[in-house]
């Protein structure tokens, strides 16, 4: 991607033109002649020291116009990869283009074709000492250059007329720059990762000392909910011992007047299901057992084994014991 300020120079045979760009806009222009590839040289670093431009403008591209950069259309190529054409060109470019007793530097693109179409090559050469030269005054004068190309070739990738020994170098410049970028990307990562686990590490510390300062109010509360449940346990306890003697009450009180005159209870003893037993003395147990039938005081009373005969007073009494079933309806 060329710089928004650049200058573009445009060389032919004998003659070259300098062009100061500005965001696609020409902001000076020159030209000038030259006799040989050293005066090319001379007249390059002249034309950038004349210009009357900043000097922001730093960067520079070059095209060669023909016949100065000579090009075939090549059909009889074998159909390699595009990035070993211009190896293949390179190595037989005395055959495709005239040298006239200098060396050649040449690069080749495949041309878009449509299907069924043979493969045609678009061949670009330019004498040695030419790019030497170019290249020379560049440098002289003070640019960093892009690239040198030929001009009016579009429809293929870039076709670059770089030395070998420049393309080589500017890889190697590339694959050390993207190595550096890979290095700092590792660091910045690690840096990253460093600091992620430093905040991690710290926080892990501040969430220890906050679950250390909540131990002893986490102990208090479990205390006081034990506490709770002990008090939770001790209220119903207290409840149900409360409906228990409500009901032994209540059906001592009902067995009670259920009783004949020459009847009296001496203890009695409620079971949680509501059952339990009565003990007592009368005249007759018999009697006592169905008067608590008929009266329904108690669920299904029953004699536990034979009365007991005593005298008391010199009359004769009967000790008993009444069985009897939780109840299944209310007392009358």
Known sequence: ??????????????????????????????????????????????????????????RARVELERPLAQRRLLSDLPPVRPSALQALVTHQVSRFFRQNGHALLADAAWLPRKPGEARVALAVAVEEPVVDAVLSGIRAAGLILDDIRPAGVSGTRPLSLLPVAERAARRRAARLDLRRWCVAVVLLWLMAGGVVGVERWRERGRIDRELGALVPSLAALRTARQTMARAEAMVDSVDAGERGRGRLVSRFSAASRSLPDSAALTAIQLNADGSGRLSGIARRAVDVVAQLERTRAIAGPRLDGRAIPETVAGRPWERFTILFGPPTGRAP
């Open 1 to 58: 991607m060329w710089q928004p300020r650049h200058w573009a120079l445009r060389v032919g045979r004998g003659w070259i033109r300098a062009e100061a760009v500005s965001r696609g806009r020409i902001v000076w222009a020159a030209e000038a002649t030259y006799e040989s590839c050293e005066e090319l040289v001379d007249v390059i670093g002249r034309l950038v020291a004349e210009a009357q431009v900043p000097a922001r403008f730093l």
